[in-house]
């Protein structure tokens, strides 16, 4: 092994050094006035251009490297492709926002998706590991005997990863679109082609390798806006320490800011506006008539005045923007409500745990809190892309390094986030707020013109107020260098690592979704007898098949997709983490019991998700199936429910069974004793 | 498969060893989080408690019991010769 380690260490640090130059040297031409959209075009280029040489130099023809990179990869470099592999665009982009906007109880994120790796170290890496073979549904088969437990193994993992991957594809379209100028859809099919090629001739060998590339891109362009923004605010370049502070003085500005007069009567116009949505949503079909008659009315009476000609044309195009039937216009009144009722909202102390007023939201907030860290736990030591990368180590012993080391590259990124939020959230309340509308930052009006920022001034008094402004929470992260006011090369950097973050997770899963189908479907179950030769290609025809799929699902940019992110996990969670686990630690397991815990945890957790989020489900033609959530548990938490039942289904249905065969026994037992010398 | 004394003693230390650490992890994620209001008074490094130990003490514990618990098992793997060889298919 060691003579394999060296000359990698040599390569990757070379390489991070090289990425350093090639970023001063690009900061240095935007001094000499490059324009930034060549400084976009050429992370975009040269990062792409980057993976691809590694996928054509790790390309394969060996089964064992195309699945689990010939189980040569040492722990650390393991642990940094883990890294990228887990830290999805919703790490990279959403955490800050999300933590922005919802102080302490984003922590959950946090938590949870560190804690899980505690799950993953304990219960899960060493035992796969010592099993040795290439997908997790390969464990569920060998240990429940059969292709049924197979089967149901493969529909999750193809479930779970696929939702999971069109949210990546979706990231970026939205950031080549956004840094580019590419268009929404050639965004996605430019970056479909930046993940297959390294996915497509080298397996899981390139992924791995490129995965650590990215890393090393994804966590430079992490940590250096935030370095030096707590720099600029604090004097000490470090802002994982100091964010403490900066959040003491956001608490002083919360204080001042919240109960302000202007402040108060915002948030009232905008509770009316909400009202105003409410009754029309009510009195449904005359008043969808009563708006456009309104409407004309208004147009008409501009028209004959002599007013400007721009005024009109708004008008009229929200009279063609009015919906036609009254399903419809209910649910744009509806998303309009919502809208106006959470900027009405008195918004909630950063530092304050499970906010709100009474004993009884507050016990909500935290059930709420500690399940959906549970969820986010449980799935992370359940979703597939994860627990296969632990095949890849030599040994069991570089299995378990190999978890402290992916860990620990994540806390990376996950220890900055908070401090991300922090001074995000410090520059707005003391800069942006109460100053006058006419004046505002120019980075509000270029992410305003995409629809990610929006400022509306409803009480007219020429100044913003908190409630007046609302974004999207990816704003957060993206628009962070432009906030701190730093040259255009490090929004290019911020955006090549979240191009990377997005770009790995989505190879390791379209890896996993391509591996479940041929490796366990087609080789396993129907062609048994089939060449090494003819499995590589019908993995790899199926990988460009899931790829192009998943990319054409995201160029319809579904609305629901970072609900849909988090439902992942708890997808994951139900399906596998009750059966792994009592698959290891429970000889007494049935094969009957594993399969319906399986089908029961994850039907319960799709029961509870669709019903407590979908009202109706149009293109079923389902209406009125919404349910009141159990104890107030929302949707992104249902897998609680689905792994209770999964366990528990499990647990009785093989106690009413036969045990599990000798042979079944001896496999448990070899999982779990190792050889010992001289036995 | 016919274990020996010393197999069933390796999987006892190892499933003492993982009890106690999901012990800790246990306290640290959910009980530690219930409480979390309560405490709010005390200060760390300008934190209230309770959110520097979801923002940085929760994330710290967890990487230092994957740590112990590997360091731990590897050294028992030492202890009773557990031939680790690299499985190559």
Redesign the interface.
């Known amino acids: 092994m060691a003579d394999y380690k060296i000359p990698l260490r040599r390569y990757y640090a070379s390489y991070t050094v090289g990425f350093f130059v090639f970023i001063l040297g690009l900061g240095v031409l935007e001094r000499h006035g490059m324009p930034p959209r060549w400084i976009g075009y050429s992370f975009l280029l040269l990062t792409i251009l980057l993976y691809a040489t590694i996928g054509v130099l790790a390309r394969t023809a060996s089964v064992s490297e195309y699945y689990v990179a010939g189980r040569r990869v040492p722990a650390v470099f393991n642990g940094m492709a883990t890294g990228a592999d887990w830290m999805s665009s919703a790490s990279f982009m959403g955490l800050a926002g999300t933590l922005y906007l919802s102080g302490y109880q984003g922590l959950a994120y946090v938590m949870g998706w560190t804690g899980g790796y505690v799950l993953v170290a304990l219960l899960l890496a060493p035992y796969l590991r010592r099993f040795g073979q290439f997908t997790v549904p390969d464990f569920l088969a060998a240990r429940y005997g059969g292709n049924l437990a197979r089967l149901v193994g493969v529909f999750a993992t193809v479930l779970a990863s696929f939702v999971y991957v069109v949210a990546q594809i979706y990231a970026v379209g939205l950031i080549t679109s956004r840094f580019v100028g590419l268009q929404f859809e050639v965004g996605v099919f430019v970056g479909l082609a930046g993940i297959l090629v390294c996915s497509f001739l080298g397996g899981m060998r390139a992924v791995t390798w490129t995965q650590v590339a990215q890393y090393a891109i994804l966590i430079v362009a992490y940590l250096v806006p935030v370095t030096i923004l707590s720099y600029q605010v604090t004097g000490i370049p470090l802002p994982q320490l100091t964010y403490g502070q900066v959040l003491q003085k956001v608490q002083v500005l919360e204080e001042g800011i919240f109960d302000e007069p202007a402040e108060v009567d915002a948030r009232r116009l905008f509770h009316e506006r909400a009202d105003g949505y409410y009754e029309r949503i009510l009195s449904l079909p005359a008043s969808l008539d009563q708006e456009r008659h309104h409407l004309t009315q208004q147009i008409n009476d501009l028209k004959s005045s002599n007013v400007q000609m721009r005024e009109v044309a708004a008008l009229e195009r929200q009279r063609r923007e009015l919906p036609t039937s009254s399903t419809e216009a209910r649910a744009y009144w509806e998303t309009l409500m919502r809208q106006a009722g959470q900027r009405s909202m008195e918004p909630e102390h950063h530092l304050t745990p499970f906010p709100g007023n009474g004993e009884a939201v507050n016990d909500t907030a935290r059930l709420n809190f500690l399940s959906l860290m549970f969820c986010l736990m449980v799935g992370t030591a359940a979703l597939p892309h994860v627990l296969t990368r632990y095949y890849t180590t030599p040994s069991v012993r570089e299995a378990r390094n190999s978890v402290f080391w992916s860990l620990f590259f994540i806390l990376a990124l996950y220890l900055t986030a908070p401090a991300y939020a922090a001074f995000a959230k410090h520059e707005i309340y003391s800069h942006l707020v109460g100053s006058s509308m006419a004046q505002l930052p120019v980075w509000v009006s270029s992410w305003g013109k995409i629809g990610m920022v929006s400022i509306e001034d409803i009480n007219n008094d020429g100044i913003l107020q908190l409630a007046e402004l609302s974004f999207n929470p990816d704003v957060i992260l993206l628009a962070t260098p432009e906030i701190a006011g730093l040259p255009y090369v490090v929004s290019g950097l911020v955006a090549a690592g979240a191009l990377a973050a997005a770009l790995s997770t989505a190879d390791g899963l379209l890896l996993t979704i391509a591996s479940a189908l041929a490796h366990d479907v087609y080789y396993k179950i129907f062609r048994p007898k089939a060449t090494t030769q003819w499995r590589l290609v019908v993995s790899k025809s199926l990988l460009l098949v899931v790829a192009v799929l998943a990319a054409s699902v995201a160029s319809q940019k579904p609305a629901t997709i970072l609900f849909m992110v988090a439902w992942a996990f708890s997808l994951a969670g139900s399906a596998f983490f009750p059966a792994l686990i009592l698959g290891v630690f429970w000889k007494r397991a049935t094969a009957t019991g594993a399969v319906s815990g399986m089908i029961i945890g994850l039907a319960s957790t799709i029961y509870y998700m669709v019903r407590v989020h979908f009202d109706s489900i149009p293109w079923l033609g389902i209406h009125g199936i919404g349910m009141e959530p159990w104890l107030g548990i929302q949707s992104t938490a249902a897998g609680v429910w689905g792994v209770a039942a999964g366990f528990l289904t499990i647990v009785v249905v093989s106690l009413f069974g036969k045990p599990p065969s000798g042979a079944t026994q001896d496999f448990v037992e070899s999982v779990r004793y190792p050889e010992l010398d001289g036995s | ?1 016919r ?2 004394r ?2 069933r003693e ?2 006892r230390r190892n499933l003492r060893m ?1 009890a106690f ?2 012990a800790i ?1 246990f306290v ?3 009980v530690v ?2 409480f ?2 309560d405490l ?1 008074g005390i200060v ?5 408690l ?3 130990m ?3 003490g ?3 514990i ?2 230092l ?3 112990w ?2 360091r731990y ?2 050294r028992l ?1 030492r202890e ?10």
């Open positions: 498969m274990l020996e010393k197999q390796y999987w993982t650490l999901l992890w640290v994620t959910f989080s219930y979390a209001r709010g760390v490094l300008g934190f209230p309770g959110f520097y979801g923002a940085q929760a994330p710290v967890y990487v019991i994957i740590w618990y590997a098992m590897n793997d009773y010769g557990v031939s680790d060889a690299e499985a190559e298919d």
